[in-house]
T-cell receptor
Framework: AQSVTQLGSHVSVSEGALVLLRCNYS??????LFWYVQYPNQGLQLLLK??????LVKGINGFEAEFKKSETSFHLTKPSAHMSDAAEYFC?????????????FGKGTLLTVNP | DTAVSQTPKYLVTQMGNDKSIKCEQN?????MYWYKQDSKKFLKIMFS???????INETVPNRFSPKSPDKAHLNLHINSLELGDSAVYFC??????????FGPGTRLTVL
């Protein structure tokens, strides 16, 4: 079984500051990991994914995440926050093999960006 | 050029009614999903179809019945609606094991 824990339900940063959103996973098999963003009243948009290639993954809008197996982590970072980054962020895990493609999501982290 | 679309976007109904939500994808994907997002924003898989065959059926009340008439469509029918069914329902699609693309969601409110 897979699970995801997102530390911090709410993160607040100043515009231009570093963004760090934390995600730890649990998986009995090698995982695939994803970060999605949800803007108010919208669907989920994929930011980036880890699928067992490079451990440092670059995504859209300047975000990146690093897969650390020893720490079972997949934290999301961005060097400089923009006001437009304010949204809910979800980390998700699924197994890398088999035919069960379901995503298991964390509880989400709301990012607010202060001017 | 919408990739995954859902109708309706909002659905307000009375307890006990039956309602349907429709989903269509034009990405040529072979797998489609229904997720439920509750009031605390928690997302949970409900169902998944691969090439019109049900492959994931989580512990969802049997009042919920998905139907996939073809690979591009996945509908969700809900019988005897209850207050606890109020949520946002998201449809998603993927090409087999690749990343999932989500629709805009259907906000269901049961009064």
């Amino acid at each position: 079984a897979q699970s995801v824990t997102q530390l911090g339900s709410h993160v607040s940063v100043s515009e231009g500051a570093l963004v760090l959103l934390r995600c730890n996973y649990s998986s009995s098999v090698p995982p695939y990991l994803f970060w999605y963003v949800q803007y108010p009243n919208q669907g989920l948009q994929l930011l980036l994914k880890y699928t067992s290639a490079a451990t440092l993954v670059k995504g859209i809008n300047g975000f990146e995440a690093e897969f650390k197996k020893s720490e079972t982590s997949f934290h999301l970072t961005k060097p400089s926050a923009h006001m437009s980054d304010a949204a809910e962020y979800f980390c998700a895990v699924r197994r890398s093999g088999g035919s069960n493609y379901k995503l298991t999501f964390g509880k989400g982290t709301l990012l607010t960006v202060n001017p | 050029d919408t990739a995954v679309s859902q109708t309706p976007k909002y659905l307000v109904t009375q307890m006990g009614n039956d309602k349907s939500i429709k989903c269509e994808q034009n990405l040529g994907h072979d797998t489609m999903y229904w997720y439920k997002q509750d009031s605390k924003k928690f997302l949970k898989i409900m169902f998944s179809y691969n090439n019109k065959e049900l492959i994931i059926n989580e512990t969802v009340p049997n009042r919920f019945s998905p139907k996939s008439p073809d690979k591009a469509h996945l509908n969700l029918h809900i019988n005897s609606l209850e207050l606890g069914d109020s949520a946002v329902y998201f449809c998603a699609s993927s090409q087999t094991a690749n990343e999932q693309f989500f629709g805009p969601g259907t906000r269901l409110t049961v009064l």
